[in-house]
């Protein structure tokens, strides 16, 4: 079910001399058709689909905690969290399991994609029509082939119950 | 900082914490030879190091110090008080530019001068002043010469086969091995589905292996507790000075290990807890003298493991609590009227010391009564899965004894379902479970819209778990069957209503993300042996969800509730079916239980050759209904606990079977010791058991009168029936009654004519010569008795019948078997009594 040693991303930080390269590595994913993207450094496994738990009480966006080797990782659902529509019954979700402020936490995906090096002078601001919604989280938009790809803040997205 | 200043910031830091102590114990023996040299060498090591690193005040402090030391170890100079003091207040700078040094990596700006030429002067042998008052403090107040220690002079010889390791790499091993427990666990299930599988064996071994290594893991976050206590013997020293009365501290148990996280948890209350004692708790010399009191008074902290538990007491020989002047504050603060306290035992007085905001220090000195009462120490422990409780006696002393989890990272828990969801209920607050709902188990009832559970004559307010955590699914099922979790948060008792319960589990506690705290139901998460990731329930937190923390319930409460919501059914009677041994099913009435518990068989414990369990805070002798019982090695026994406060027993049985409402026809054929005799229950003969004849063999002298000032109020019971007389009666005695039993009316009279006395009066209704309502017309006639409260006892107790009963002048009328409702009663009766 893990699928975290087939993917690129590895849980040790990456030796300092590449600091400045690791930096502009992005994995993209999908959510409900929109391409995404978090920074690699953040990332601390992918998972494919996982058994959840629900926690009564919590905010909407919570779908719930699930068992990453003895860490227990509390699931945000990313379409929950830009106020997109719910997955189909039967359509899966796959984890991204970021590190903030020392707690794991996996954001729900309905596709995760490859790592890209996205340097930060290609980068454009969020563009003045972007939904109110995804303006508080994105970082700003790069171009990819025919596709706009937005540039998560993961901080932004767990910023949540506080 | 570099490496070297950071070894060393470690080092002194150690060495500074066996300073205070080993200087401590210089002063009340001098001429302990060893503990001297220790402190030189510890003094003498700081100012080697300090040098080489450029620590110039650090380094001159230290020199000044070591001087003195050196002068005291060639015998040259005497060691007095006053030097030890001067020797502390240098530990003190030591401490401080430490601190500075750990907080911005270099040495703070200060000046020493004055304690250098204080320390140099008596180097020289002068130091008037500071000799003068020390000399002064030698006559007048002799130092206790403690019994020195042979292991302190064996501990400086013998280095310690110990090596630090940083707090990071245990709990990183921790992590791993929990990894490595649920990757065996995967494992076995796997294994589990293939027979013969080659690798059946040394998985089994893996499986040790890894239960072996999880165990050693927790023991490497185990230290001794006297960790904590390093700092008391200076703060006791400081205090006694401070306050001016003389303090002996004796520590014992400090090797009693427990996890490094409880103990970071209980420092604090800790200390607060000596300082009361020191403050508030011993008498100055002078009214130690008057007492006729040694003039040294006493701290006593004492340590040891107890079942899964740490007991901690701290106790003093002080002046105990001033049960009359906490009366008084009660009553002022609104907390209990005088009718509630005249009820209460001392004991319970005193725990009203816990209460919010309560402070019966009559000044606020600048030791303790801080505001910070004993309230925040029982937050601060029951945070922490832990109780407290104390006992005192006036002008004897008061001892406080905190019972704390050994771990907080491993606690059993009971696993419920709600809403198709699990969860884990701490298994600490959880007192019972009760099946409700289906044929004929108890109901839930409504008050309006609050569910209850009538539960043996008290109503338990009840909380659905599946409302609560809007787990709402279908409105269908919230009425059918069901467990109720009866759990205790203080004084208040509740029952959280579930759909299942599972088994119990040890559970490793992890806290939930920051994202979750504010939900306050949760104390934690957790991952079960399967993997699945389970949510901790916090009682504390939906007790106060619900409102029901903040009424706090008077313990009197409880009691006036039960004596007017449950007139029970007419002429049955509620049994309580079980198996014990062969032959037919065992039964006993349901009222004359006090608790049906289902014993972890690991809590019962041997003493020669009787069985006990720690219950509720005392020891619970345990009774084998059936002789050849084999004990349970692990798992649980389920026991019928009698009796209830200060004496109780439990029976064990092997199987508790189901409650059944009959009407009682007992025929006494085949009688044996222990039984009254049998009767037919849903169609299968059963033996009804003989509790007074079961209380007897727990405790030969359940019945003498003994204990509390002598004096036990006297009842007298007029029943015909020798049946119900020994239901009734044991269950009375129980409750520390004095009781005298008559078979009628007139012979209840005839004791009054020949001058007998009594408190109380309990009379059957049905008898032959003289039934209960002649006895109770010719007692109000006149007579000695003519004032008695008088409770009447019948099978049924319809209306008409308890009106018919006040009208002959009874006070009260209870149904039999009612055993709740009549000591309630009783209780009740006999409260002027007790207020006189």
């Not at chain 1, 379409?79 to 903030?100: C, I, K, T």
């Not at chain 2, 002063?27 to 030879?33: G, K, L, M, S």
């Not at chain 2, 035992?345 to 009559?362: D, Q, V, Y």
């Not at chain 2, 059936?626 to 090695?633: C, G, N, R």
Request: proline share 5%; hydrophobic share 45%.
């Amino acid at each position: 079910m893990q699928t975290n040693s087939a993917t690129p991303t590895d849980h040790r930080a990456p030796p300092p001399a590449v600091n400045s390269e690791a930096a502009s590595m992005m994995l993209t994913l999908t959510v409900a058709g929109q391409l995404c993207a978090v920074p690699v450094l953040a990332v601390r496994d992918v998972l494919g689909v996982q058994v959840i738990t629900r926690i009564p009480l919590a905010p909407p966006e919570v779908a719930g905690s699930l068992n990453l080797r003895g860490r227990i990782v509390t699931a945000v659902d990313l379409r929950s969290r830009l106020g997109l529509p719910a997955r189909e019954p039967g359509q899966v979700a796959m984890s991204v399991v970021v590190e903030v402020g020392g707690e794991l936490y996996s954001l729900l995906a309905d596709q995760v994609g490859e790592v890209l090096t996205l340097h930060a002078e290609d980068r454009a601001p969020n563009p003045q029509t972007l939904d109110p919604a995804w303006k508080e989280f994105a970082l700003g938009v790069h171009r990819q082939g025919d596709q706009l790809l937005v540039l998560l803040d993961v901080d932004q997205l767990l910023a949540l119950g506080v | 900082m570099d490496d070297l200043l950071a070894d060393f910031l470690t080092e002194t830091n150690e060495g500074l914490t066996s300073l205070d102590a080993a200087l401590l114990q210089l002063e009340r023996n001098p001429a302990n030879v060893a503990v001297l040299s220790e402190v030189f060498r510890t003094v003498h090591t700081i100012k080697g190091t300090c040098g080489f690193l450029g620590l110039p005040r650090l380094e001159g402090v230290a020199h000044a110090a070591e001087n003195v030391l050196g002068l005291w170890r060639d015998g040259t100079l005497p060691v007095t008080p006053g030097g030890i003091t001067l020797i502390l207040s240098a530990a003190d700078r030591f401490k401080q530019i430490v601190a500075g040094l750990e907080a911005t990596g270099s040495e703070p700006v200060g000046d020493d001068g004055p304690l250098k030429a204080a320390l140099d002067a008596a180097a020289s042998g002068e130091a008037p002043v500071v000799d003068a008052a020390a000399e002064a403090a030698t006559e007048a107040a002799p130092i206790p010469i403690a019994e020195p220690q042979a292991e302190t002079a064996t501990s400086g010889s013998n280095a310690p086969q110990t090596m630090r390791v940083a707090v990071d790499v245990l709990e990183d091993l921790m992590v791993l091995v929990s990894e490595l427990v649920l990757t065996r666990n995967q494992l076995m299930q796997l294994a589990r589905a293939e027979e013969n599988a080659a690798f059946a064996v040394p998985l089994q071994r893996l499986s040790q292996i890894t239960s072996d290594l999880q165990d050693g893991v927790m023991k490497t976050r185990m230290q001794p507790i006297g960790n904590a206590w390093a700092k008391l013997p200076r703060l006791v020293r400081d205090l006694s000075n401070d306050l001016g009365k003389r303090i002996e501290l004796e520590m014992r148990g400090a090797d009693t290990e427990l996890d490094r996280q409880v103990m970071e948890l209980i420092k604090d209350p800790l200390t607060h807890m000596v300082r009361n004692s020191a403050d508030h708790g011993l008498e100055t010399p002078e009214q130690r003298r008057n007492a006729g009191k040694k003039e040294t008074g006493r701290i006593l902290l004492n340590a040891f493991h107890e079942g899964g538990h740490i007991v901690l007491q701290i106790g003093d020989d002080g002046r105990g609590l001033n049960t009359d002047r906490i009366k008084t504050k009660v009553i002022a603060q609104g907390l209990a009227t005088e009718a509630e306290l005249a009820t209460m035992s001392e004991r319970e007085i005193h725990r009203f010391i816990f209460r919010a905001g309560f402070s019966t220090a009559a000044e606020v000195t600048s030791v303790s009564g801080r505001g910070v009462g004993m309230d925040v120490v029982k937050t601060n422990i029951e945070r922490i899965g832990g109780t407290v409780d104390l006992a005192s006696r006036e002008h004897k002393g008061t001892t406080f004894s905190i019972k704390i989890p050994l771990t907080l990272a491993i606690a059993a828990a009971l696993i419920v379902e709600a809403g198709g969801e699990r969860f884990a209920i701490p298994q600490a607050g959880v007192l019972e479970l009760v099946r409700v709902g289906g044929v004929d188990g108890p109901k839930v009832e409504h008050i309006k819209d609050s569910a209850v559970l009538r539960l043996r004559g008290q109503l338990l307010p009840l909380v659905s778990l599946k409302t609560l955590l809007r787990l709402e699914t279908a409105q269908a099922t919230t009425e059918s069957e069901g467990f109720v979790v009866v759990t205790q948060i203080g004084q208040q008792l509740f029952g959280i209503v579930v759909d299942r319960v599972f088994d119990t589990e040890e559970i490793v506690v992890k806290p939930v993300a920051p994202i979750l705290r504010h939900i306050t139901m949760f104390s934690g998460n957790t991952i079960l042996g399967d993997g699945s990731v389970i949510m901790i329930l916090d009682p504390s937190g939906i007790a106060r969800a619900t409102g029901l923390g903040i009424e706090g319930g008077t313990e009197g409460g409880s009691m006036q509730d039960s004596a007017t919501t449950t007139r029970r059914n007419e002429r049955n009677t509620a049994l309580l079916l079980f198996r014990a041994g062969a032959g037919a099913p065992k039964a006993v009435p349901l009222g004359l239980i006090a608790r049906l518990e289902n014993l972890d068989a690991a809590r019962i414990e041997r003493t020669g050759e009787n069985l006990v369990v720690q219950y509720r805070g005392t020891l619970m002798p345990l009774v084998p209904l059936d002789t050849y019982m084999t004990l349970p090695e692990t798992g649980h026994q389920p026991v019928l606990v009698f009796g209830d406060g200060d004496r109780a027993m439990g029976l064990m049985v092997e199987e508790i079977l189901d409650v059944v409402d009959v009407s009682l026809e007992m025929d006494a054929a085949g009688l044996r010791p222990g039984f009254l005799g049998s009767c037919v229950v849903a169609g299968r003969v059963t033996d009804l058991l003989d509790t007074g004849y079961w209380l007897k063999q727990a405790q030969a002298d359940w019945f003498e009168p003994a204990q509390q000032n002598g004096s036990k109020p006297r009842v007298l019971v007029a029943e015909d029936s020798d049946f119900f007389r020994n239901l009734i009666v044991p269950a009375i005695m129980a409750a520390g009654y004095d009781v005298v039993t008559v078979s009628n009316g007139r012979e209840a009279l005839r004791l009054r004519d020949a001058g007998e006395r009594f408190d109380v009066i309990i009379s059957d209704i049905n008898m032959p010569e003289m039934d209960g309502f002649g006895l109770a017309r010719a007692v109000r006639e006149g007579g000695a008795w003519a004032e008695l409260p008088m409770i009447a006892l019948s099978g049924s107790s319809s209306p008409a019948d308890v009106e018919r009963g006040r009208a002959a002048g009874f006070s009260d009328y209870i149904a039999k078997f009612d055993r709740d409702a009549l000591l309630a009663s009783l209780q009740h009766c006999l409260q002027p009594m007790l207020a006189r």
